[in-house]
């Protein structure tokens, strides 16, 4: 693996091992309008074998399982899975099955999956083309892909603004694209790309920062920039103040690709 790979590698096992915990009472990563858009996109049906790519701490998963035969969820790190087992056992769930792996070299046959979905992870991937294109090699012909995830604007200055932003926030983040460039990614996989879709997801500051694992000298200076943000930057991501905190937005995608 090259070093620049394996080091973002493991700084994504070492972020997300930290904050696990969090995730798990996270109501933004369990119900959004984003997870409601991938349900409807991808149409899982009671015969499906469903892949969950980066399921984090399972609430995609979950939600595929109640519309579907059987669930694979997969997660590069150990921390996010035994999180996501115990939710699983909590609620009660018999067709989910969990596994430790790479989405850019999926353990698993060609083919073997009706639908492949992955939730606000593709930002994390050092290789997104290559992650895509095993989304579509073990999706059946025929089979569905989807992909939600925070996007970057196509205004290429306020896409590296937006980067930028997440870099400081979270040093395993690796990069936000366009609604454009996810699209031509599918397309290159082979996949004939079924719908596009784009929300906004509200965040808060403080929430935002804390789920990044920031420590306090580095929040106060990264919200500064916010604060001090151009007004062009200020319109595209919402940025107001709001009590004592800030409020803002970041754009969203979710895509749906059809294997050829």
Known sequence: MHDDTHATKKAVQSQFGRQAGWYTVSARHEQSPGLEILTRLAAPAPTDRVLDVATGTGFTAFAMAARSRSVVALDFTAGMVREARGLRDERGLKNVAFSLG????????????DLVVCRYASHHFPNLPRAIAEMARVARRGGRVVIEDTCAPEAPALDDLMN?????????????????RLRALFESAGLCVGAV???????????????????????????AEFE??????????????????????????VVLGVKR
């Open 102 to 113: 790479d989405a850019e070299a999926l353990p698993f046959r060609d083919g073997v999956f």
């Open 197 to 223: 879709e784009t929300t906004a997801i509200p965040q808060h500051f403080v929430e935002w920062a804390r789920r990044g694992g920031m420590t306090e000298a580095d929040t106060a200076a990264l919200r």
């Open 228 to 253: 001090h943000a151009s007004p062009a930057a200020r319109a595209e991501f919402q940025i107001r103040p709001e009590n004592d905190d800030l409020a803002f937005a970041w754009g969203e995608a």
């Open 164 to 180: 930028r932003w997440e870099v400081q926030r979270d040093r395993s983040h690796v990069r936000n694209i366009p609604p454009s």
